[in-house]
């Protein structure tokens, strides 16, 4: 390693001139894009250094998702394509608050600490979003990797989901797909198009509206459109023409809960939302009173568990479902999936990297965020079992017609991450089969209105919560405020929490009005401007 290298061009050119603390949050390190300079080369430094340790490749993703185009972000991806593991995401902070006199310090404590070889190889995968800061920042980064000896592979201009699926090929050594762009659409389409049969459908809309945000998942979607012209037709909106994640965009979608520019106003058209860096999925349709219908994470993990219920029993295999949900799961899917599917549910915080982990217990674990991010993992245990199974030459043809249906649903999936496009071909495969339109994939249980609201405040900080997220600790009396304006609605629910993306506290209220619920979010807002030090305008309770 060259420090004096290191040390020198970063004074030079990636000098940290921040004035503000910024943290590896929920979705790695994100603010304004002219403040991440020397993060981006201090993170190509640590990618190279955590690939040496783990002696594979290491992924670095330049992407500030659902935000706004002025901001941007780099999250780093472990080798199996797994979030950053918790103790190295302290090591991430403690090098991006170094002063610029620290920064060798701060490496060679943490190459000593870890036992790391500075000669050993080192790979980094480079890819990032559509945003135009990207490239300054991506040349940091490759600053960053090749003052600290490592390899780049850049793999340009590609979704999230698509770098977490090449870090697990090439670590894999092409076990789990081909490690290019190609190769992720080939094998998710194969897979897609292995299930489709020639029966004829009466419900299943095979034309699709498909949201784009203007951001990368537009290219991505394009590709597909071509492999599955014949299955579907993926019609592309905010196909990057316009502005990334303005006034559409899955989050978007589901936050104001309206549609996004540009979409199709006609009833029953079943759209989807993805996000700027293509992670997250909302399906969504109006019907003839323009009243517009969200089929968010949860009705789309309610709708592959239904699946899975179905379709695993046939399989003859025995496999153990679970589900894993947020506190901003909509109660009604809670319901849905426990009581009425019987099947086991989580809670974990808010954030992927808890979820994945969460639903790696269950030998096939379903997972979403409300917001649309999630995605389905499977035990290796269980893939091989069903890739025995397949060629068990004793077993019925109906069973073994079914978990070969299983294996390509598996090869269907990037389990890596939550992916848009992934989830959509399932999303499609399902609703097929089930010759069900998007309203009848919206029927299978009606959510509870519910409202988001985001509060400023001095410190987000000194908000503290427990339970998954749904116990507010401090500040002291917040809880017991919260917890009586609650009770007073019928099928009730509020929590609040400090956003890890955005410098707001999120709060989120549901119950069994659509239009009481806008009152229990405000007072709820209220009550947290009020006790956690809220500054500008106090939230104004509507009247009704
Ligand atoms: P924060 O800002 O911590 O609420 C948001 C989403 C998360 C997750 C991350 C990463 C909500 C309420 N929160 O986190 O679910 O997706 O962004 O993108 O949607
Ligand atoms: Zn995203």
Known sequence: MDYLLIDNISRKYYSNSCQHKIQYGTAGFRTRAEHLNYVLYRMGILATIRSKFCAAAIGLMITASHNEESDNGVKLVDPSGEMLEAAWENIANNLVSASDDELIHVLRETINHYNIKEDAEATVIVGRDTRKSGSMLLEAAIKGIENSKGNVRDFGIITTPQLHYLVVCINTNHQYGDPTIEGYISKLSNAFLGNRNAQEKKQYQSQLYLDAANGVGAIAARKFTEKLENSINIDIFNDGSGVLNSKCGADYVKIYQTLPLN????????????????????????????????LDGDKIAALIITYFKELLPLTGLSIQLGLVQTAYANGASTNYVSEILKVPISFTSTGVKYLHHEAQKFDVGVYFEANGHGTVVFKEEIVNMVHAAIKDETITEKKRKATIKFSRIIDMINQSVGDALSDMLLVETILYEKDWNVEMFDRIYTDLPNKQLKVKVKDRSIIKTENAERTCLSPIGLQQKIDSLVSLYSKGRAFIRPSGTEDIVRVYAECDDAVAVNKLAAEVALAVHQLADGIGPAPVIPNN
């Open 263 to 294: 979409s199709p106003t006609e009833p029953y058209f079943k759209c989807i939302s993805i996000d700027g860096d293509a992670d997250r999925i909302i399906y969504y349709y109006s019907d003839q009173f323009q009243k517009v219908h969200l």
